[in-house]
């Protein structure tokens, strides 16, 4: 007897490629299996150590601007998501394109280094880092470049430094920490006293990378949880297995963050946002951003789920740069740098401002 079955219609048959699917969950097997892809691989040698902290130079293949780059990165995360992998990589973008590169990799903090707080990373190693690339170019200026936190941290440091730096650039950079781009409840507890940060740096010393991690999970869900969906649909694809594989191994591999630099940060920037206030000191020098005076360039990104335009934006009226310029692009946080972009966008704007050669 037929049985008719309700709403078939409503429910397109299921077709399987076994094929297809067999190579996807065997490609899967060895993502998971795999040891971790080689990153960071243009050349590169060391110029200055400190502590944890390196200098790293990357030669330009045929020079054709007098002014280096200095890159300044997070405290957050590791810094090669800058150098991510061959023809997606920021440094080789620029290098290629005939522009000296320095990068300051903070380097992973130990339980030796809780007391180191912002005022000392930007004096002691910022600065100096800074000095000996200059002495090491031959230049007689620089370039600074900051990304995310970085961006902030180098605004704080071209306020009050002596060096001769003729252009900050500075991309998804928070300034302005009126607004969170994390859950309103814990800005609300960070200005209410709810969270208490200090009573967590007291027990732990530095906040531990399991704790940055569950932070930037928790800021960018689902976006940080839904790689996962798409690789066990996507495991057959060897260009983008490996393009996954290199973004996973960054996401996940987190740095403690200094307990005395997050105890600054959380207090004076998070809750009290001095740096937009002008009430920011670091040891005993007074931040001011209206005493940068550098060539400007701001670069948001319309897509970014961490630092919003309007995070990024107040720059632009707090400093006294007679040359600025803002420029939001389509991207977000993390592929402004993977897709090329960020090189294009520093070349263009850059290069006539580097001394031309």
Same mark, same amino acid.
């Given at each position: 007897?037929?049985?008719?079955?309700?709403?078939?219609?409503?429910?397109?048959?299921?077709?399987? &490629?076994?094929?297809?699917?067999?190579?996807?969950?065997?490609?899967? $097997?060895?993502?998971?299996?795999?040891?971790?892809?080689?990153?960071?691989?243009? @050349?590169?040698?060391?110029?200055?150590?400190?502590?944890?902290?390196?200098?790293?130079? +990357? @030669?330009?293949?045929?020079?054709?601007?007098?002014?280096?780059?200095?890159?300044?990165?997070?405290?957050?995360?590791?810094? +090669?998501?800058?150098?991510?992998?061959?023809?997606?990589?920021?440094?080789?973008?620029?290098?290629?394109? *005939? $522009?000296?590169?320095?990068?300051?990799?903070?380097?992973?903090?130990?339980?030796?280094?809780?007391?180191?707080?912002?005022?000392?990373?930007?004096?002691?190693?910022?600065?100096?880092?800074?000095?000996?690339?200059?002495?090491?170019?031959?230049?007689?200026?620089?370039?600074?470049?900051?990304?995310?936190?970085?961006?902030?941290?180098?605004?704080? +440091?071209?306020?009050?430094?002596?060096?001769?730096?003729?252009?900050?650039?500075?991309?998804?950079?928070?300034?302005?920490?009126?607004?969170?781009?994390? @859950? &309103?409840?814990?800005?609300? *507890?960070?200005?209410?006293? &709810?969270?208490?940060?200090?009573?967590?740096?007291?027990?732990?010393?530095?906040?531990?990378?399991?704790?940055?991690?569950?932070? /930037?999970?928790?800021?960018?869900? @689902?976006?940080? /949880?839904?790689?996962?969906?798409?690789?066990? %649909?996507?495991?057959?694809?060897?260009?983008?297995?490996?393009?996954?594989?290199?973004?996973?191994?960054?996401?996940?591999?987190?740095?403690?963050?200094? *307990?005395?630099?997050?105890?600054?940060?959380?207090?004076?920037? $998070?809750?009290?946002?001095?740096?937009?206030?002008?009430?920011?000191?670091?040891?005993?020098? %007074?931040?001011?951003?209206?005493?940068?005076?550098?060539?400007?360039?701001?670069?948001?990104?319309?897509? &970014?789920?961490?630092?919003?335009?309007?995070?990024?934006?107040?720059?632009?009226?707090?400093?006294?740069?007679?040359?600025?310029?803002?420029?939001?692009?389509?991207? *977000?946080?993390?592929?402004?740098?993977?897709?090329?972009?960020?090189?294009?966008?520093?070349?263009?704007?850059?290069?006539?401002?580097?001394?031309?050669?």
């Amino acid at each position: 007897m037929a049985v008719d079955i309700p709403f078939k219609d409503l429910f397109p048959p299921l077709e399987i &490629d076994s094929e297809k699917d067999m190579k996807r969950w065997k490609h899967l $097997f060895q993502v998971l299996n795999e040891p971790e892809p080689k990153i960071g691989q243009t @050349p590169r040698t060391e110029v200055w150590r400190k502590n944890k902290s390196v200098l790293w130079h +990357y @030669p330009v293949k045929q020079k054709k601007y007098g002014i280096p780059l200095f890159f300044v990165y997070s405290l957050f995360n590791k810094p +090669y998501i800058l150098d991510f992998a061959p023809k997606a990589s920021v440094i080789e973008g620029l290098t290629n394109r *005939g $522009f000296d590169v320095y990068l300051l990799d903070w380097g992973t903090p130990g339980y030796e280094d809780k007391n180191i707080g912002l005022d000392t990373y930007i004096e002691k190693y910022l600065r100096t880092a800074v000095k000996r690339a200059i002495r090491h170019s031959g230049a007689e200026e620089i370039t600074v470049v900051g990304y995310c936190l970085g961006g902030t941290i180098a605004s704080i +440091y071209a306020s009050i430094a002596e060096e001769p730096i003729k252009n900050l650039i500075v991309a998804t950079v928070p300034i302005d920490f009126t607004e969170f781009a994390g @859950p &309103d409840k814990w800005m609300e *507890g960070f200005r209410k006293g &709810d969270i208490n940060i200090d009573r967590l740096i007291d027990v732990y010393g530095n906040i531990p990378s399991t704790y940055v991690e569950a932070m /930037f999970r928790a800021v960018s869900s @689902p976006i940080y /949880f839904s790689n996962y969906t798409t690789l066990l %649909h996507r495991a057959h694809e060897a260009k983008y297995v490996d393009k996954w594989r290199r973004m996973n191994k960054w996401t996940t591999d987190q740095v403690p963050f200094a *307990g005395e630099a997050f105890r600054q940060l959380a207090n004076n920037l $998070f809750k009290e946002n001095k740096l937009v206030k002008g009430e920011l000191m670091m040891g005993n020098k %007074h931040v001011d951003l209206k005493n940068i005076k550098s060539n400007l360039l701001v670069i948001s990104s319309s897509n &970014d789920n961490l630092v919003p335009e309007s995070q990024s934006l107040p720059i632009m009226d707090l400093v006294s740069s007679e040359d600025k310029t803002y420029k939001l692009v389509e991207a *977000g946080h993390v592929s402004l740098a993977l897709t090329g972009l960020f090189a294009a966008v520093v070349n263009e704007w850059a290069s006539t401002r580097s001394n031309p050669l």
